[in-house]
């Protein structure tokens, strides 16, 4: 194995799930990996496990560089499965390890693995663990991901380990961002944080804040997910508070749909050609073809987006309603939506739609457009206007 160290005794011991295309329904184009850092001073600490059908590569990369019986500490930052699953086998192997979570974590742990991990030892914000010439800071970060969620810092070092926060879904060969084509890490960066961090973003700017202000000085940042800011951390940092405030939101429309027999998709191109009129940028996405994944991170730095759906069954077209469901639960910030779609005789997904934008708090543009059936000359001239409309509603 090629040691990766972030510095002098702070190993990466993760694995790199390299074939992986599906976590839990994000698509993962480029794959994914699972951090996991093995610290290695008077005492040994392990700070996060990786998905359970790893646990075995885990251990073996871990026996290359200590006995896993002298493994002091176990670390868990947050429960859910990607970074647990793997803890029951390497806990039965380092059996002089003490199990370390918040309050909440211990909890969750316990109804995941069961009433062995009772003995999981609870810490909170500011509480220190001594390894030797190295000490292991925690920070609480509930619902970053999840209530349990915490952030290790190594002090001297100057290492955070925030687990979930400032990650990416990307296998690659390279462990920092210094050693990845780094158009693609950004673009991994802003998918994973639409997709998964988005509806959190209040906290996790509070949470960014509260850092700053603990003055706690930042080397690296090591998630558990993708590669190591190494080079750049403060350029992530930077990306989540202008993902996180809305300031990342560009001249940009978006416009998403899906089509039984082609109507509502001529709909979408009058409408991609207004509001390409204007001289913003635009996106057009089929839903069947792209995923929302995708789809997310493109919504992520626009100012607007244009959904369109044929009317089926008095309602909206599935992956139309998959999609709202999927976007009003993410709640990206400061977009104002359209909607549009074709429809034979009574209608219904236009209304359904707009229905599911207000109750999310979405802004809502007050006209929508229409069309009976194939849409003629004067619907599309309509279609048009109302991407120029948007277009020009966003530019100022
Ligand atoms: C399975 C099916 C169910 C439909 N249900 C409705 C309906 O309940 N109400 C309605 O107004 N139109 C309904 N339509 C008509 C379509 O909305 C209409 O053909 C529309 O032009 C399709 O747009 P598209 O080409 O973008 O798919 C239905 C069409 C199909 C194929
Ligand atoms: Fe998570
Ligand atoms: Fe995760």
């Not at 790199?16 to 184009?29: A, E, K, M, N, S």
């Not at 879904?169 to 780094?182: C, K, N, P």
């Not at 998403?256 to 001289?279: H, N, P, Y």
């Not at 739609?353 to 004067?378: C, H, L, R, W």
Request: proline share 4%.
């Amino acid at each position: 194995m090629v040691e990766v160290t972030l510095k002098d005794g702070v190993n990466w011991v993760g694995v790199v799930d390299w074939t992986l295309r599906d976590f839990h329904g994000y698509i993962t184009y480029r794959g994914a990996t699972y951090n996991s850092y093995l610290i290695l001073d008077e005492k040994t600490a392990l700070v996060d496990t990786v998905k359970g059908t790893f646990s075995g590569e885990l251990a073996e990369k871990i026996s290359e560089l200590t006995s896993l019986e002298k493994i002091d500490y176990i670390i868990i930052n947050h429960v859910e499965m990607d970074h647990s699953s793997g803890l029951p086998a390497i806990a039965k192997l380092a059996k002089n390890a003490k199990i370390i979570a918040s309050t909440r974590g211990k909890d969750a742990l316990i109804k995941h693995y069961g009433p062995e991990f009772e003995r999981v030892e609870t810490v909170k914000t500011g509480d220190e663990i001594k390894l030797g010439k190295r000490t292991l800071r925690f920070i609480e970060a509930p619902m970053i991901h999840w209530p349990d969620s915490m952030f290790t810092y190594l002090v001297e070092d100057k290492i955070l380990m925030p687990n979930d926060a400032f990650g990416q879904h990307l296998a690659t060969s390279g462990r920092f961002d210094d050693e990845v084509d780094e158009h693609t890490l950004m673009e991994e960066a802003a998918t994973y944080y639409a997709n998964i961090l988005m509806p959190l973003a209040p906290l996790i700017a509070r949470k960014i804040q509260e850092i700053q202000q603990m003055g706690i000085p930042i080397d690296m940042i090591a998630p558990s997910h993708g590669i190591i800011w190494r080079k750049n951390p403060d350029k992530i940092i930077k990306a989540y508070l202008d993902w996180t405030s809305g300031a990342a939101n560009k001249n940009k429309v978006t416009v998403v749909f899906d089509t039984m027999w082609g109507s509502t998709e001529k709909m979408a191109r009058a409408i991609v050609d207004g509001a390409a009129s204007q001289s913003v940028e635009v996106k057009l996405l089929k839903l069947r073809g792209s995923s929302n994944s995708e789809v997310m991170t493109e919504i992520l730095d626009s100012k607007a987006v244009i959904v369109g759906s044929p009317t089926i069954h008095n309602g909206i077209f599935p992956t139309v309603g998959g999609f709202l469901t999927d976007a009003t639960g993410l709640k990206p910030k400061g977009k104002l939506w359209g909607f549009f779609g074709s429809f034979g005789w009574g209608g219904g997904a236009v209304k359904g739609m707009v229905e599911t934008a207000k109750n999310a708090g979405f802004e809502v543009y007050p006209q929508s457009v229409e069309a009976k059936y194939i849409p003629d000359a004067g619907e599309l001239k309509k279609c048009f206007e109302f991407g120029q409309q948007i277009a020009q509603k966003i530019k100022v």
